[in-house]
């Protein structure tokens, strides 16, 4: 089953995509929006709050959106959209082809296994499956958490990378830069983040062992900012490319 995030619905907002420049939001969403020219019927997979379905709704698309926290869906229905359902995303309750396209923003991540996922996701989409990837250099707590994680016997068996992990081992048929930017960092704001358990990467293991993670990072780290490159792109698979896909990447036959 996919992550649910329950637990933090109602910081959720606050806490995503806060650091993006507006003008960098803007053309991502535009950049997806001309990918999904030909298209009608989106289904948005682990839609969350409805952040990226509300702009969707508002642009002439039948959009509808999955998720499987109730406490997600129900803040997304706030924003005046009404076409949710919860489902867990490795199994999709919906028939082949249902939907012209089809995107995954931050779900990969989340889920136990991102094969069956995306294989859903293929086998349920008839065009075009849209993504958005972020990169960037420099310092990155929530890594380091995760290797700290896995060193004291916790590793989160994930798709860690998420859907920059599937760019990598599914070639996409189209990939837009959609830009970069250079972004100041609280070290220790963003440490105790993971104390405070906001982030998923810090659920699912002991208070003792979070504790010792929080303490071993704010020790490697004594200054306070560091400044992160980050880059944003959009990137799309066909559908079928996602259909028979191995734990290794590669498509079966």
């Given at each position: 089953?996919?992550?649910?995030?329950?637990?933090?619905?109602?910081?959720?907002?606050?806490?995503?995509?806060?650091?993006?420049?507006?003008?960098?939001?803007?053309?991502?969403?535009?950049?997806?929006?001309?990918?999904?020219?030909?298209?009608?019927?989106?289904?948005?997979?682990?839609?969350?709050?409805?952040?990226?379905?509300?702009?969707?709704?508002?642009?002439?698309?039948?959009v509808v959106g999955i998720d499987v926290s109730l406490s997600m869906i129900?803040?997304?229905?706030?924003?005046?959209?009404?076409?949710?359902?919860?489902?867990?995303?490795?199994?999709?309750?919906?028939?082949?082809?249902?939907?012209?396209?089809?995107?995954?923003?931050?779900?990969?991540?989340?889920?136990?296994?991102?094969?069956?996922?995306?294989?859903?996701?293929?086998?349920?989409?008839?065009?075009?499956?849209?993504?958005?990837?972020?990169?960037?250099?420099?310092?990155?707590?929530?890594?380091?958490?995760?290797?700290?994680?896995?060193?004291?016997?916790?590793?989160?068996?994930?798709?860690?990378?998420?859907?920059?992990?599937?760019?990598?081992?599914?070639?996409?048929?189209?990939?837009?830069?959609?830009?970069?930017?250079?972004?100041?960092?609280?070290?220790?704001?963003?440490?105790d983040s993971f104390d405070r358990r906001k982030s998923s990467v810090s659920?699912?293991?002991?208070?003792?062992?979070?504790?010792?993670?929080?303490?071993?990072?704010?020790?490697?780290?004594?200054?306070?900012?560091?400044?992160?490159?980050?880059?944003?792109?959009?990137?799309?698979?066909?559908?079928?490319?996602?259909?028979?896909?191995?734990?290794?990447?590669?498509?079966?036959?």
């Amino acid at each position: 089953m996919a992550v649910s995030f329950d637990r933090v619905a109602d910081i959720y907002d606050a806490t995503r995509w806060a650091g993006i420049p507006p003008e960098i939001m803007e053309k991502l969403l535009n950049t997806m929006k001309e990918l999904f020219a030909s298209c009608r019927t989106i289904l948005d997979v682990g839609t969350g709050t409805g952040r990226f379905a509300m702009y969707f709704n508002d642009s002439g698309f039948n959009v509808v959106g999955i998720d499987v926290s109730l406490s997600m869906i129900a803040k997304a229905r706030k924003k005046r959209l009404r076409n949710f359902v919860q489902a867990d995303a490795h199994h999709l309750p919906f028939r082949d082809s249902a939907f012209d396209g089809a995107i995954m923003i931050h779900v990969l991540h989340l889920v136990r296994d991102w094969v069956q996922m995306v294989g859903e996701v293929g086998r349920v989409t008839r065009e075009i499956v849209v993504a958005e990837v972020e990169g960037g250099q420099g310092f990155s707590p929530r890594q380091r958490y995760l290797e700290l994680r896995q060193e004291m016997g916790y590793p989160l068996d994930r798709l860690n990378d998420g859907e920059a992990g599937l760019r990598r081992m599914v070639p996409p048929t189209t990939v837009k830069l959609v830009g970069e930017y250079w972004t100041d960092i609280d070290v220790h704001e963003e440490i105790d983040s993971f104390d405070r358990r906001k982030s998923s990467v810090s659920w699912g293991i002991p208070a003792e062992i979070n504790s010792r993670i929080i303490k071993r990072l704010h020790s490697e780290n004594p200054e306070k900012t560091i400044r992160r490159r980050e880059i944003v792109e959009v990137v799309c698979w066909d559908p079928a490319q996602l259909r028979n896909v191995a734990p290794s990447g590669l498509a079966t036959t």
